[in-house]
């Protein structure tokens, strides 16, 4: 599986940003997908969620209200809509997908990131 984001860029603080992660390979097997984000010296935090059929969703509590997470699995697309942008959301936001294969052997679990996009909201 393959993960491309898109999207990020400089916006100011109020304004709206979409980004985009195009995945490609074997996306039969995606389950659940993710957006984390890493702002300089932090770590890695996860964002949003969304479960593989994408009724089930979950937020960060510094996001809710403000950011939207959805899927269209026929486009094997992955997006993270950014409302009310803040300064503190500056970060490289990430692509994330958890692939579950069952097999004859059985099950065996994969984690696939993206290579990340720059989001910067300036005050």
């Known amino acids: 599986v393959q993960l491309v984001e898109s999207g990020g860029g400089l916006v100011q603080a109020g304004e709206s940003l979409t980004l985009s992660c195009a995945a490609s390979?074997?996306?039969?097997?995606?389950?659940?997908m993710a957006w984390y984000r890493q702002a300089p010296g932090r770590q890695r935090e996860l964002v949003a969620k969304?479960?593989?059929?994408?009724?089930?969703?979950e937020y960060v509590d510094s996001v809710k209200g403000r950011f939207t997470i959805s899927r269209d699995n026929a486009k094997n697309t992955l997006l993270l809509h950014m409302g009310s942008l803040k300064p503190e959301d500056t970060a490289v936001y990430y692509c994330y997908a958890y692939v579950l294969v069952t097999t004859i052997e059985g099950r065996a679990d994969f984690d696939y990131w993206g290579q990340g996009t720059q989001v910067t909201v300036s005050s």
């Open positions: 969304i479960s593989s059929a994408g009724g089930t969703t």
């Open positions: 390979g074997r996306t039969m097997d995606i389950n659940a």
